[in-house]
């Protein structure tokens, strides 16, 4: 209901600004990432890296999630801080093939600390 | 001339030309201004083919070809720019090109690289992810030609700009730009 509200008043705005706001992690993928990723986020060989192990690798590490969101199509695309989480959860779940029961999904908290922190 | 309007504006005028004339001819010989003549018709027949003037050219040729497309106004006709899959569509449409608004024509391959957006269909209301896979391996197609770029960036925001040649890179190295297809993708809602 809150969510529906939100939407309501944002439409607007949502549609002048051409704002990703509001859209599922799959379609936020779609629009920010599938391009060059393609549909299984294997890129392509030679021109565009898989996701399907890296995101997982430097989800491992506190320097690894913070270089992930410095990359330039991360650090480039049009997500909110809880947009980008979700994307990543879902990603983690979907585009994946190493082991992350370990891993501790990403909260919007946390984009918005590594987001602010400055590359070494 | 001179003896009759002696100091007026004219005889001025006259002198000062013939006093131009006189030292351009005690210092230049007829070879000199014939080769500086010849230079200049040789540099202004190559003007042409410098690489901006074709460009122009190729520009004009473009709105030339834009013009045909939109003046088809058709939600529902795959080759008019009007056509609700083609919203932030930017280059020729394959469906003018010998293929369709989803395929390639004849002797293209469709780049997997891509530029994805969303588009509404007037008909259900609903918002769908298009992709927008350009066709290449041919020169520009130059038929029907659209700019329409909904939610498009400009290219210092590259995350989501379109005015990329997606035919460039590895695999498809110096492969031209034929035309662009827009293929659902899915539904955004």
Same mark, same amino acid.
């Given at each position: @209901?809150?969510?529906?509200?939100?939407?309501?008043?944002?439409? %607007?705005?949502?549609?002048?600004?051409?704002?990703?706001?509001?859209?599922?992690?799959?379609?936020?993928?779609?629009?920010? /990432?599938?391009? /060059?990723?393609?549909?299984?986020?294997? %890129?392509? $060989?030679?021109?565009?890296?898989?996701?399907? #192990?890296?995101?997982? #690798?430097?989800? #491992?590490?506190?320097?690894? $999630?913070?270089?992930?969101?410095?990359?330039?199509?991360?650090?480039?695309?049009?997500?909110?801080?809880?947009?980008?989480?979700?994307?990543?959860?879902? @990603?983690?779940?979907?585009?994946?093939?190493?082991?992350?029961?370990?891993?501790?999904?990403?909260?919007?908290?946390?984009?918005?600390? #590594?987001?602010?922190? $400055?590359?070494? | 001339?001179?003896?009759?309007?002696?100091?007026?504006?004219?005889?001025?005028? &006259?002198?000062?030309?013939?006093? +131009?004339?006189?030292?351009?001819?005690?210092?230049?010989?007829?070879?000199?201004?014939?080769?500086?003549?010849?230079?200049? +018709?040789?540099?202004?027949?190559?003007?042409?083919?410098?690489?901006?003037?074709?460009?122009?050219?190729?520009?004009?040729?473009?709105?030339?070809?834009?013009?045909?497309?939109?003046?088809?106004?058709?939600?529902?006709?795959?080759?008019?720019?009007?056509?609700?899959?083609?919203?932030?569509? &930017?280059?020729?449409?394959?469906?003018?090109?010998?293929?369709?608004?989803?395929?390639?024509?004849?002797?293209?391959?469709?780049?997997?690289?891509?530029?994805?957006?969303?588009?509404?269909?007037?008909?259900?209301?609903?918002?769908?992810?298009?992709?927008?896979? &350009?066709?290449?391996?041919?020169?520009?197609?130059?038929?029907?030609?659209?700019?329409?770029?909904? &939610?498009?960036?400009?290219?210092?925001?590259?995350?989501?700009?379109?005015?990329?040649?997606?035919?460039?890179?590895?695999?498809?190295?110096?492969?031209?730009?034929?035309?662009?297809?827009?293929?659902?993708?899915?539904?955004?809602?």
């Amino acid at each position: @209901m809150k969510r529906a509200l939100a939407g309501g008043v944002l439409a %607007g705005a949502a549609l002048v600004a051409g704002s990703a706001a509001g859209y599922s992690p799959e379609v936020n993928y779609a629009l920010q /990432c599938r391009g /060059c990723h393609s549909e299984n986020g294997a %890129g392509e $060989r030679g021109r565009v890296p898989s996701v399907r #192990r890296a995101l997982a #690798r430097l989800s #491992r590490t506190e320097a690894g $999630r913070t270089r992930l969101v410095h990359l330039p199509g991360i650090a480039q695309a049009d997500l909110s801080d809880e947009d980008l989480a979700a994307l990543l959860n879902w @990603m983690l779940r979907t585009l994946n093939d190493e082991p992350v029961s370990h891993l501790k999904p990403y909260t919007a908290v946390e984009i918005g600390a #590594r987001r602010a922190t $400055r590359l070494p | 001339m001179r003896r009759l309007r002696r100091g007026s504006t004219m005889s001025g005028l &006259d002198g000062w030309t013939e006093t +131009l004339t006189r030292s351009l001819a005690s210092r230049t010989s007829r070879r000199s201004v014939l080769g500086g003549l010849v230079g200049w +018709l040789l540099g202004a027949t190559a003007l042409p083919l410098l690489p901006v003037v074709r460009g122009q050219a190729a520009e004009a040729q473009g709105q030339a070809a834009e013009a045909q497309g939109q003046a088809k106004e058709a939600v529902n006709d795959p080759t008019a720019c009007a056509y609700w899959r083609y919203c932030a569509i &930017d280059g020729y449409l394959c469906a003018c090109c010998g293929g369709s608004q989803t395929t390639c024509p004849p002797g293209t391959s469709m780049s997997p690289i891509t530029w994805i957006g969303t588009c509404l269909n007037p008909a259900d209301g609903v918002r769908y992810v298009v992709s927008y896979n &350009d066709c290449c391996g041919k020169s520009s197609c130059g038929r029907c030609y659209c700019n329409r770029n909904e &939610d498009d960036t400009p290219l210092f925001q590259p995350g989501r700009a379109n005015d990329y040649n997606w035919c460039s890179g590895d695999s498809q190295a110096n492969i031209p730009y034929h035309c662009s297809t827009s293929r659902i993708v899915g539904s955004a809602e």
